[in-house]
């Protein structure tokens, strides 16, 4: 056990876990982030993607060791009410069906916009090829990303 | 207006509202713990200080809001929009004013409380109007008593009640109070569908806002205190079985509280009891992560008992049971052997599909917590009811000691409606006699059966010499279950006609997936009916209108089960909608056409090379299920459908060795993905007053067929097994 000092969503949080704790579970159990979804364990689904500093990484196999003092942002973080450009964009496409996976989509998307304010059809399909939607919102998802690129600043 | 019998007497009235009102009261301590599915505060009304339940689906507050229960799981088909819309329409009540609760399970008050076979809004079309129409008219009974007048002296709209022939009004909100000790009338009167003002609209996702903010709505989100966390392991193979494994040095491991084996046997199980495996090493502990070091630490004696298959042998009993296998079910018209011989051309050929599994994005999970006398479950499934059943089984404890809440579920597909993992995290917190949850690995997931079935069909058709279809003949063999529906089209529509549904034997568990047997029946018959339409050399539309044509003028055989007009409807918006038949330099355009689960489909796929490589660029979707009730939702269920039927014929298989499966994780086990989803996908609904059917399913199966003819079109190869890209093809 390690002692960790991290900072979430502009907070500091210290934690005393295993180093080799996926930041996933640091967030999920430890924090009761549970915006952060699992659902591969192995990097192929995206659903547990977060930022770390401007990039979305996926928290399954970052350990907590590994983030030192990078700023983390959670999907709970990404904006005070609810209202980030990405956010607003998919409710208005109303984009999930299940919805499970969508935080990992959303913040995926968010990272690529604020990379990229106005991405082609294959930068979108590229940055959010990671990110697998079971229930295939993939075409709202497009239109999502289309809307929130030609909205507000990201 | 339509008058309809009410279904339910006071008394049964008395005994569910007290029932909900308990229910209403775990509702709250929800609220405190971890907020799953706490309502969405309505945007122009205050909090109320007072709620009166009206019924059981319906609870007014004193401001106005209201409250409606949907009562079915919510696993990405939106019937937690869709289904208290149709109760808001009928009850007369802003759409601004009502905030949505999932019910519990409540066998006395709700009907049908499941999710399958796209039948929430088909089975539960009348009861939700008629719960909303009962609350309406005893509001106005209740106003007719205040002012002394009689309910055809009132009218209601939106939420308030007025006086025909005078000056006042009041509002639901005020009058609730009052309308809850008004008698529940025997008979209601319905809005004519063409009154309908929310139905038929579009009104987005009620959970939208907490989903895009990342709050706890799921199963595996939930936590209460002191709840522990639990795994499990099974065995690796299908034929194997535990028999004792490392347990005190797995109890030894940092975060490990405890670690056993359980066996979830239960008498005289159901068909939703379908499971791998019965015996499992179970683990329990305070973190995730822990649990799964400990479960890769895990060395255990797994014992085989049965048969280890691998996918060579499954192909060989599939290739066997089609020529000598036991028939199922089947249908003869006229003399196929004859006419074959006679016919001037005939055409065969050999679909197949691969096992495949589920996959929801949210892994198997479910809280626990039984005691001496109760039990409390709460997470992911499709049928609660049965999940109730045979944790009662299990436990052997009374239904009536027995709870089961529904969290919003990371997606369905036919995998949660069976309720293993729910037995299982009840028999883990028996064991350790606290509250659980039991949480799945993705691999746990992948590997534990209740997979698609395989499945091998053999198409055969004859034309005469003026290219007319005279014979028809399929033969489908799947493990467990044959893929064949013999009653369905081109049943009815072809003078000489076979169909035989064959099964062959399996130890791999499998179970309903996503539009059971029609997800591989439709890709098949409607790939055959493109190439037997090129043979005859006619429009593949123009083809099977012809058919339709022959079984609503002429039908061959004493029934058949689809309503021709509604089947050659779909095809002839989706023909106008798309412009069929217009040239479009560079589209290659592929068609199909299918009815299952009561809704009709025809789906036109246009595909264009870019690089060499085949892009689908627009899906023209036409769809007739009756009355839409949430335009837009149903248009994005439907775009799923489609996407989902792509990914699956395209990528996606499981396949064995030695009763092992292959694919494990995503890694593996390849999913669709962004890029290779089509570019649009447009969804048209014929308009019409039947009562609704479900859109669920509906979608899926004639994506299959539209792609692989618009493939064919674009690549001049025709696909016949899937994946597809096992036969070097890639979209996207």
Wanted: aromatic share 8%; proline share 5%; charged share 20%.
């Amino acid at each position: 056990m390690t002692t960790f000092n991290l900072n979430i969503n502009g907070q500091d949080r210290q934690i005393e876990v295993d180093p080799s704790t996926p930041m996933l579970w640091v967030l999920r159990d430890h924090f009761q982030l549970v915006g952060t979804k699992y659902g591969c364990g192995i990097a192929q689904c995206g659903a547990c993607t977060i930022h770390l500093g401007d990039a979305a990484v996926r928290s399954c196999q970052l350990p907590v060791s590994a983030v030192g003092d990078q700023a983390v942002t959670t999907i709970e973080g990404l904006s005070e009410n609810g209202d980030h450009p990405v956010q607003k964009a998919w409710l208005e496409v109303d984009v999930p069906q299940c919805g499970y996976c969508q935080a990992g989509q959303i913040m995926s998307a968010s990272a690529l916009l604020k990379q990229n304010p106005s991405p082609s059809d294959e930068e979108i399909d590229s940055a959010m090829n990671g990110n697998i939607c079971r229930c295939g919102t993939y075409t709202r998802i497009k239109k999502a990303i289309k809307t929130a690129s030609n909205s507000e600043k990201v | 207006m339509t008058q309809i019998k009410t279904h339910y007497n006071r008394r049964s009235f008395i005994k569910v509202s007290a029932a909900a009102g308990g229910g209403m009261l775990i509702g709250f301590s929800w609220l405190n713990s971890c907020k799953p599915n706490s309502p969405e505060l309505a945007a122009g009304v205050a909090v109320p200080n007072e709620w009166f339940e009206i019924n059981g689906y319906i609870k007014i507050g004193d401001t106005g809001m209201v409250t409606i229960y949907s009562p079915n799981p919510e696993i990405g088909q939106n019937v937690r929009t869709s289904m208290p819309m149709i109760v808001a329409e009928e009850l007369d009540v802003p759409w601004e004013n009502v905030v949505v609760e999932q019910a519990p399970l409540n066998t006395g008050w709700y009907q049908n409380q499941f999710a399958g076979g796209s039948l929430s809004i088909r089975l539960s079309w009348n009861a939700l109007r008629m719960a909303g129409a009962t609350g309406r008219r005893m509001l106005l009974e209740a106003a007719a008593k205040e002012w002394g007048l009689t309910v055809n002296d009132l009218t209601a709209d939106q939420g308030v009640i007025k006086e025909k022939n005078g000056e006042r009004t009041i509002s639901y909100g005020e009058i609730a109070s009052k309308a809850v000790g008004i008698e529940v009338p025997k008979e209601v009167e319905l809005k004519r569908p063409k009154d309908f003002t929310l139905i038929g609209t579009s009104v987005k996702n009620v959970d939208g806002k907490k989903i895009v903010k990342g709050e706890p709505l799921f199963g595996l989100d939930f936590q209460r205190d002191g709840m522990q966390l639990a795994m499990i392991q099974h065995p690796p193979a299908f034929g194997m079985t535990v028999k004792d494994f490392n347990e005190e040095e797995i109890k030894n491991m940092p975060g490990v509280k405890d670690a056993f084996i359980i066996d979830t046997t239960i008498k005289e199980p159901g068909g939703f009891d379908e499971k791998g495996f019965l015996k499992l090493i179970a683990i329990v502990g305070d973190s995730t992560w822990e649990l799964m070091q400990a479960k890769k630490a895990i060395k255990a004696n797994w014992e085989t008992i049965g048969a280890l298959e691998n996918s060579k042998s499954h192909l060989q009993s599939l290739e066997k049971a089609l020529v000598s296998g036991e028939v199922q079910e089947s249908r003869k018209d006229g003399n196929p052997d004859a006419a074959f011989k006679k016919a001037a051309k005939v055409i065969e050929r050999t679909y197949s599909a691969p096992f495949i599994a589920h996959n929801t994005l949210e892994p198997m999970n479910f809280f626990a917590h039984v005691t001496d006398d109760s039990a409390e479950l709460i997470g992911p499934t499709q049928t609660p009811e049965a999940l109730e059943g045979s944790v009662s089984k299990l436990l052997n404890m009374p239904i009536e000691n027995i709870t089961v809440y529904m969290t919003r579920i990371g997606g369905g597909f036919g995998r949660r409606l069976y309720v293993h993992f729910g037995v299982e995290a009840a028999a883990i917190s028996k064991k350790i006699g606290g509250p659980v949850k039991l949480i799945y690995t993705r691999e746990d997931d992948m590997t534990q059966g209740t997979y698609r079935p395989t499945y091998r069909s053999i198409y055969k058709a004859g034309l005469d010499e003026n290219n007319n279809l005279i014979a028809f003949t399929v033969k489908g063999a799947g493990l467990p279950e044959g893929p064949v529906f013999p009653h369905r089209f081109p049943a009815g529509a072809v003078e000489n006609y076979s169909a035989e549904k064959i099964k062959a034997d399996t130890n791999v568990t499998t179970g309903a997936w996503r539009a059971p047997s029609s997800n591989f029946t439709a890709g098949a018959e409607q790939s055959f009916l493109d190439e037997v339409a090129e043979l005859a050399g006619k429009d593949p539309i123009d083809f099977r209108l012809e058919l339709f044509d022959r079984a609503i003028k002429n039908p061959v055989g004493e029934k058949y089960e689809y309503e021709a007009e509604r089947y050659a409807g779909v095809l002839k918006l989706v023909k106008e909608k798309a412009n069929w038949g217009e040239n479009l330099p560079d589209v290659h355009r592929g068609v199909a056409a299918y009815f299952c689960h009561s809704t009709y489909v025809a789906e036109v796929f246009d595909i264009v090379m870019e690089n060499s490589k085949p892009i689908i660029k627009k899906v023209w979707c036409a769809v007739d299920c009756g009355i839409v009730v949430n335009n837009d939702g149903a248009k994005n269920i439907m775009q799923g459908g489609v996407i989902d039927g792509i990914g699956h014929s395209m990528y996606s298989q499981l396949t064995f060795e030695n009763g092992v499966p292959q694919q494990m994780n995503f890694d593996s086990y390849q999913l669709i993905r962004n890029s290779q989803a089509p570019k649009e996908i447009e969804v048209f609904f014929v308009e019409n007053e039947i009562d609704p059917t479900g859109l669920g399913e509906p979608g899926l199966p004639p994506a299959m067929a539209a792609l692989a003819n618009a493939l064919y079109k674009a690549t001049g190869q025709r696909y016949y097994h899937q994946p597809f890209m096992s036969e070097k093809q890639v979209v996207g």
